[in-house]
């Protein structure tokens, strides 16, 4: 069963850039659509977007002007920098894999989630 | 963006009891692309239906999936202990895709 984690700094500066990692073990990379998502505390879960094997991405607009996703199929990992960060990106981030090989799809594997804290 | 609309926000049920839950769109989900998920506190989100009506690997088949076009239903047949969580629909079909505020199951 593929699993994924996620890994990076707990604690950014407002100003600064978010950088998460998430690795891909017992599986690749290869085929699949891989994503962001975001869970404020105490708040509902909201996509960042995503990265395809092949290296295109689709982003969410509200984020499209900070966001970048990338990855490095030699690691079998994949990546999220956020710029410009203020306390609003304050949240646990997950990496998650669309269940399809074909098509964007729901997401059927996910990290176990790591809390980020925007604060000086 | 599509967005959605989960009712109610909180659900009071007993065990053996039957859910309801529902999820409405601003506009029309692109060929059924609406998935359905458990949230568990501490916990990453578990994929339950997509396809709007297809059940994920593992999911029991008291959870299931109807609808089409805006309007979406999530019903548990008959509730759990392990039930008592809270849903969140999602659209995948105008990617990267949006979800509900969720809907909260608690224990009556």
């Known amino acids: 069963q593929v699993q994924l984690q996620e890994s990076g700094p707990g604690l950014v500066k407002p100003s600064e850039t978010l950088s998460l990692t998430c690795t891909v073990s017992?599986?690749?990379?290869?085929?699949?659509?891989w994503t962001w998502v975001r869970q404020p505390p105490g708040k509902g879960l909201e996509c960042i977007g995503y990265?395809?094997?092949?290296?295109?991405?689709k982003y969410n607009p509200s984020l499209k002007s900070r966001v970048t996703i990338s990855l490095d199929m030699s690691k079998n990992q994949f990546y999220l920098n956020l710029s410009s960060v203020t306390a609003g990106d304050t949240a646990v981030y997950y990496c998650?894999?669309?269940?399809?090989?074909?098509?964007?799809?729901?997401?059927?594997?996910w990290g176990q989630g790591t809390k980020v804290t925007v604060s000086s | 963006e599509n967005v959605l609309t989960q009712s109610p926000g909180t659900l009071s049920l007993s065990p053996g009891e039957r859910a309801t839950l529902s999820c409405r769109a601003s506009?029309?989900?692109?060929?059924?692309?609406l998935a359905w998920y458990q949230q568990k506190p501490g916990q990453a989100p578990r994929l339950l239906i997509h396809?709007?009506?297809n059940r994920a690997i593992g999911i029991p088949d008291r959870f299931s999936g109807s609808g089409s076009g805006t309007d979406f239903t999530l019903t548990i047949s008959r509730l759990e202990p392990e039930d008592f969580a809270v849903y969140y629909c999602q659209q995948y079909g105008s990617s990267p895709g949006t979800f509900g505020h969720g809907t909260k199951v608690e224990i009556k």
């Open positions: 017992r599986g690749s990379i290869n085929n699949y659509y």
């Open positions: 396809g709007a009506s």
């Open positions: 990265i395809y094997y092949s290296g295109s991405t």
């Open positions: 506009q029309s989900v692109t060929s059924r692309y």
């Open positions: 998650a894999r669309a269940r399809s090989v074909v098509t964007y799809d729901a997401f059927d594997i």
